[in-house]
């Protein structure tokens, strides 16, 4: 018994009985951690919550404010638990179990409540802390750092993760696009195929800015679908879409940049190429038109078809509805030219005038007379860039013309050029415009401010013109074809080689050559530069009378039922296009197909590999004219003793950006009119009359040579009114075929404005090589006047008038 009760003892200690010890409360985990948070949130004011204050200790803090409001409780369920303060034998436990913890093993203590401590004292701690936490935080190393955060969250809900997720993703993501340089953005979006790089424009709006305005990636896009066509036709697009762009003064300010001219182009192309032929079943609108004339001319200009007719009338027409808009009437005869460019409309007819037309108010504002025979062509020439040679042999590129021009041939022989008046200039009507007994064949065009130049030479009708910059070719029923300085009036080249009547022309300006269809069967290929023949296309047995040119392709339509299509650069032939069974009457080619009209059908074929597409018409008379742009086709045919005009759309309803591409690639988008060049002009001309006037006494070695001439022929100083030298004056009383060919260089010097002797001899001397080239065969004679049906009307011999802006 007494070893029982013996003390147990040692140094320093000693075991004391159960009855004997004190009694002693015992204190749970979670009431220990939160005295001890509750100890830590009032340390710096030296008090805790139900502790009494420790006497003998002085603080000057005040005490702290009252918060304005409580921040929001911060759930702690499935939470990470601040680190424990008292030490636990089986380390920090889970977060899943920290509220409420179970006490160390071998130790009684009462269960805890079933409840978390409360929480807003908790959350308030843990936001105290943070500071703290976030200055050893930031005191690791990066290594560490990322230790830490790893473990932070390998112990966080899915919640937490995402929304660090949705914080984390923008602030790590990289838009490469905006960040690397123009020229490696091009490079890595040129491997994307189209409906990637659609998609991509998707993305944002950045992306679809730098998508849409990249013209290098267009361009390549363009090239590797095959679209591409060269010759300037693409570059000539974008000028017209930037110049639309300007005078519709977009795009706005602080609004997203347009797409490149060339994202334009390759959805139009693209559309063009697939549109005509996967859409079986276009939009189709059929209305009569001109009652049961014949239409000899068909326009589609700025969403307007223009008709005109044999019957003297001109219409213009809705393609949308077919409703007649205006019908311009004022011709006494047959109208069978017509050219048009923006609202001004220009006509010629069998009675012998020009017409110039107010295509939105349908009025006649002008009336030109002064050829004496039916205007059988026209054509307006619009400024643009060309190369040319000046007068000192350097090729130099200027704006040509310098303002718009009309040129106008007729089956009088000859060829004149007027400006084009603009919209409010004065209006001019000729002598007998408004009096059908009155011939306005007789009417003196120098009382015409705006006639130019009278162009002779060609010795029979002219039947076919083309015009560009400074450059006119003319064919004609004399078998010849002559090229001709609008500008000067001068006569560059006379190309001889036809045996027939010459009936169709086309030309080339920046391939620098013209080409021109005959009815001996052949299509010639003149160099501008020369005057030679470059080709000569053989293999239609009968009239050509059509061609038709674009940048990659020459089509040539005969009346033998077929067409062909050449390389216009090497004449080889490409393909023949051989199903109608008569002559072709009418037809349009672009770079990916050829419409032709014949014996009452009108067939659409593939250009690139000359095969049949299909039959937009059949079963009807006759096809008169076809005419296509963009998403449009029209066509005038003849069908129950009716004529009947056919629209076709081919676009659907979200094609509305769908731009067509216009025959030739003249665009009516930019200024016809430059006031500063225009001033130059005036000024260089006010220069040029004034040495004229210095010039008007003295002759030149061949102007005296055609003033004896003159004077042996019976001629004398009363018959020039105008005190002019003879070689100035009309010369009708030559009767020789040489002495008229001779006058017919002095009728070309007196129609052009002042040239100087040098020009002169120059151009003589261009012309002698080209009519006896090694390579062109002689010039057959001639039918007598007696013999030919448009013999012109014999006028008495006026003064000329010189040239003036």
């Not at 393909?575 to 037809?587: E, K, P, R, Y």
């Amino acid at each position: 018994m007494q070893e029982e009760e013996s003390v147990v003892e040692g140094k320093g200690w000693k075991m004391i009985k159960r009855d004997e010890s004190e009694p002693r409360k015992e204190v749970g985990l979670a009431e220990a951690i939160e005295r001890y948070g509750r100890k830590r949130s009032y340390s710096n004011e030296n008090m805790m919550e139900g502790i009494e204050a420790i006497p003998g200790l002085v603080t000057n803090t005040p005490p702290r404010k009252k918060a304005k409001s409580h921040p929001p409780p911060i759930n702690t369920i499935n939470s990470a638990a601040p680190p424990s303060p008292l030490p636990s034998p089986h380390g920090s436990p889970p977060p899943e179990s920290i509220w409420p913890s179970a006490p160390p093993s071998g130790h009684s203590s009462p269960q805890p409540q079933a409840q978390a401590p409360v929480q807003p004292d908790l959350s308030l701690t843990t936001l105290l802390a943070l500071p703290s936490l976030l200055s050893h935080f930031s005191s690791l190393p990066p290594s560490l750092q990322s230790h830490v955060l790893l473990t932070f969250l390998r112990h966080s809900p899915l919640s937490v993760l995402r929304t660090l997720h949705s914080v984390l993703t923008p602030t790590l993501a990289r838009d490469f696009l905006t960040l690397l340089p123009p020229e490696l953005v091009s490079l890595i979006l040129s491997f994307l195929p189209f409906p990637d790089l659609a998609r991509a424009s998707r993305v944002s709006k950045s992306w679809r800015a730098i998508i849409d305005s990249d013209p290098v990636l267009w361009r390549d896009l363009l090239k590797g679908t095959r679209i591409w066509f060269g010759h300037d036709s693409e570059t000539a697009f974008s000028d017209a879409i930037m110049a639309r762009r300007r005078h519709q003064g977009i795009p706005a300010p602080n609004s997203l940049p347009l797409p490149h001219p060339y994202k334009i182009l390759f959805k139009s192309r693209h559309l063009t190429r697939s549109r005509w032929v996967t859409n079986q079943e276009p939009k189709r609108l059929t209305f009569p038109a001109h009652g049961r004339s014949v239409v000899t001319c068909l326009i589609f200009s700025h969403g307007r078809i223009i008709s005109a007719s044999d019957d003297h009338s001109i219409h213009v027409y809705s393609p949308v509805t077919g409703t007649l808009i205006r019908s311009l009437d004022g011709h006494d005869g047959g109208v069978w030219a017509l050219a048009a460019t923006k609202n001004t409309l220009v006509s010629g007819s069998t009675d012998r005038t020009v017409r110039i037309w107010d295509l939105e108010t349908g009025r006649c504002t002008h009336v030109f007379g002064g050829h004496t025979s039916t205007v059988r062509c026209l054509a307006i020439v619009k400024p643009e860039m060309i190369d040319y040679e000046n007068e000192h042999g350097i090729m130099v590129r200027e704006k040509w013309p310098k303002r718009p021009l009309i040129v106008t041939g007729s089956r009088d022989h000859s060829l004149r050029v007027w400006t084009l008046p603009r919209p409010g200039d004065e209006e001019y009507r000729c002598y007998g415009a408004d009096d059908t007994e009155v011939d306005p064949s007789e009417e003196d065009v120098d009382d015409n401010p705006y006639h130019k130049l009278h162009l002779e030479g060609h010795d029979h009708a002219v039947r076919a013109l083309a015009a560009r910059g400074r450059t006119l070719v003319s064919g004609s029923y004399d078998c010849t074809v002559r090229i001709w300085d609008i500008i000067t009036g001068d006569c560059k080249w006379v190309l001889v080689g036809h045996t027939q009547k010459v009936y169709s022309v086309v030309l080339d300006i920046n391939r620098n050559l013209a080409c021109s269809g005959s009815m001996d069967g052949t299509v010639r290929v003149w160099n501008l530069s020369t005057g030679q023949c470059q080709h000569i296309l053989a293999g239609h047995t009968s009239l050509v009378g059509l061609l038709g040119l674009s940048p990659s392709y020459l089509v040539s339509a005969a009346a033998d039922s077929t067409l062909r299509v050449w390389d216009p650069d090497s004449g080889e032939l490409r393909h023949t296009l051989a199903a109608h069974s008569g002559a072709i009457t009418c037809f349009q080619h672009d770079e990916f197909k050829v419409l032709s009209g014949s014996d009452g059908t009108l067939k659409m074929w593939d250009i690139r590999d000359g095969t049949q597409v299909r039959d937009l018409l059949t079963g009807i008379v006759g096809v008169w004219q076809v005419v296509f742009e963009g998403r449009w086709c029209v066509a005038a045919s003849n069908r129950m003793d009716s004529t009947v005009l056919d629209v076709w759309d081919f676009g659907n309803d979200e094609d509305e950006d769908w731009e067509g591409e216009p025959p030739g690639g003249l665009y009516d988008e930019d200024s016809d009119y430059d006031e500063e060049e225009e001033e130059d002009l005036d000024r260089t001309q006010a220069e040029v009359d004034a040495m004229d006037q210095d010039l008007d006494g003295v002759l030149s070695d061949a102007e005296f040579g055609d003033a004896d001439q003159d004077q042996e022929l019976g001629a004398t100083d009363d018959d020039d009114h105008e005190g002019r030298p003879a070689a100035w004056r009309g010369l009708s009383l030559s009767t020789d075929a040489d002495d008229s060919t001779k006058a017919s260089t002095s009728r070309e010097t007196s129609a052009s404005h002042y040239r100087s002797r040098s020009s002169a001899r120059t151009r003589s001397q261009r012309e002698a090589p080209s009519s006896a080239g090694p390579s062109e065969p002689q010039l057959r004679m001639l039918p007598t006047l007696e013999e030919t049906p448009t013999r012109p009307r014999t006028r008495n011999a006026g003064h000329r008038r010189r040239w003036q802006p």
